[in-house]
């Protein structure tokens, strides 16, 4: 506990002591629940002052589950308010982005158009009309002050290169332009990751709890819980039924489509890393990943079906037709039949 007193929340938003422990980065479960419960005790008294019978310590269980559900509550309603706010204040950015991108076009057009003829005289370029100045009067000078200055001159446009190539010449405004360009495409992407993670539910059953030392029972028919296993159920088959229906639908591109689209969601299940719905969600992109295949080995068993079926069929023989004598006895007997009944 003392590790965790150390460390000072970075949010105000979970600056409660008892929430100190889940910030350390080396948190474990089950070494949290030893240190904040009592000891078991297995005989009929508590043989130290911090040991509790099993009815002591199942209602002490109860509270501090009680306690963290609590804490769950308002750090879920917290994170919503501060999703709603990211996403209000995206597009806002956006267009103050959008006005500052055409005030610096302005502005770029003015210097270009309306400024040139004076930007010209502070730009290092300008210096150039005194050099032809001076080299237009060498009759009075001396030979050998003539021949200093044309070596000196002969070395000064590779010195001046060389200065000058490295120089970055961009202006500031250019630069902060590009800067504001970079957070907004970066913001997007974070409020697309984001709108795309929160679209993405499973169902709270399919939630790993293997490695707790509490089981949590089904959900109760009629709860928020309930509805969120549907919702997870139902948007996990439109995901296996996407699946399917690329792979079915294009054989030639499909599976292409298919492996890029459970690589998007492989990549999107980053942002859970860490949790508890990690295991969940990486099992269930392995899933995708078996639908993909199998539906893959259908269409192959198909298409070798097929093409045995067609060789099959060519090589079987075309069916002789009868005889003609037999076509002949057959129309005999059916005639006589005919005027065997006329006649009676």
Avoid: C
């Avoid at 979970?14 to 948190?27: G, H, I, T």
């Avoid at 202006?171 to 970066?186: A, H, Q």
């Amino acid at each position: 506990m003392a590790v965790a007193e150390d460390t000072a929340p970075k949010s105000s938003h979970v600056s409660d002591p008892a929430l100190a422990p889940f910030l350390q980065a080396s948190f474990d479960p089950a070494e949290y629940l030893n240190a904040t419960l009592p000891l078991l005790s297995l005989s009929g008294r508590p043989v130290k002052s911090t040991s509790a019978s099993l009815a002591d310590l199942s209602s002490q269980t109860q509270d501090l589950l009680a306690q963290l559900n609590a804490q769950t509550t308002r750090l879920s309603a917290t994170l919503t308010q501060l999703t709603d706010d990211i996403l209000r204040s995206g597009g806002r950015l956006a267009y103050e982005v959008e006005v500052l991108r055409g005030e610096t076009i302005g502005l770029t057009d003015t210097l270009k158009d309306g400024l040139k003829e004076d930007i010209t005289k502070f730009l290092p370029g300008g210096l150039a009309l005194e050099a032809e100045a001076e080299a237009q009067e060498p009759s009075s000078r001396r030979p050998s002050e003539v021949a200093q200055q044309d070596s000196d001159a002969a070395e000064a446009p590779q010195d001046t290169a060389q200065q000058q190539q490295p120089a970055d010449t961009t202006p500031e405004y250019i630069t902060s332009l590009r800067t504001l360009t970079t957070v907004r495409s970066r913001l997007e992407n974070v409020i697309k990751v984001f709108g795309e993670a929160m679209h993405w539910t499973i169902p709270p059953s399919d939630v790993s709890l293997g490695s707790s030392l509490i089981s949590v029972s089904a959900p109760e028919p009629g709860s928020d819980n309930a509805s969120l296993e549907q919702r997870g159920k139902e948007f996990a088959s439109a995901l296996r039924s996407e699946i399917a229906d690329l792979i079915t639908g294009d054989p030639e591109e499909g599976p292409a489509k298919a492996e890029a689209r459970i690589q998007a969601l492989r990549d999107l299940a980053v942002v859970w890393k860490g949790t508890a719905e990690e295991k969940a969600r990486g099992k269930f992109v392995e899933g995708l990943i078996k639908v993909a295949e199998d539906k893959q080995k259908e269409i192959e068993k198909e298409r070798d079906r097929t093409k045995s079926r067609a060789g099959r069929s060519a090589s079987i023989a075309k069916p002789h037709p009868p005889p003609m004598k037999e076509q002949g006895r057959g129309g005999f007997l059916e005639n006589l039949s005919k005027l065997r009944g006329f006649v009676e």
